[in-house]
Nanobody
Framework: QLQLVESGGGLVQAGGSLRLSCSAS??????????MAWFRRAPGEDRSIVAA????????YYTDSVKGRFTISRDNDKKTISLDMNNLLPEDTAVYYC????????????????????WGQGTPVTVSS
């Protein structure tokens, strides 16, 4: 079992930066075996993937709208993942969720929402214009 807790959300002006963090509690073995990702749900929209990272951190995925602006990273010793968000745009306004696929092979990038078995409660990000 994993419990995921996001932090770092808030209100920022367009062009600003935020760093989201996701801390996992539970077995370290489960976290290190998990492909991790950030999703977001904008007002009135479905939840969608933002970025993903493989178990060993060697592979990453970004949705097109955040490429070059967001960076996902993980620290397996600390059982955390982060999302550095730069040059934020009003359309980045959303609730951001951390998710874990605990059945991933070493290099897998999990991106399908249905494959994630642990979710955080979300942290809101509001970007003002």
């Amino acid at each position: 079992q994993l419990q995921l807790v996001e932090s770092g959300g808030g209100l920022v002006q367009a062009g600003g930066s935020l760093r989201l963090s996701c801390s996992a509690s539970g077995r370290t073995y489960t976290f290190t075996r998990s492909s991790m990702a950030w999703f977001r749900r904008a007002p009135g929209e479905d939840r969608s993937i933002v970025a993903a990272i493989s178990r060993n951190g060697g592979n990453t995925y970004y949705t097109d709208s955040v490429k070059g602006r967001f960076t996902i990273s993980r620290d397996n010793d600390k059982k955390t993942i982060s999302l550095d968000m730069n040059n934020l745009l009003p359309e980045d306004t959303a609730v951001y969720y951390c998710a874990a696929d605990s059945n991933a092979i070493l290099t897998k990038l999990t991106t399908a929402e249905s494959e994630f078995d642990f979710w955080g409660q979300g942290t809101p990000v509001t970007v003002s214009s």
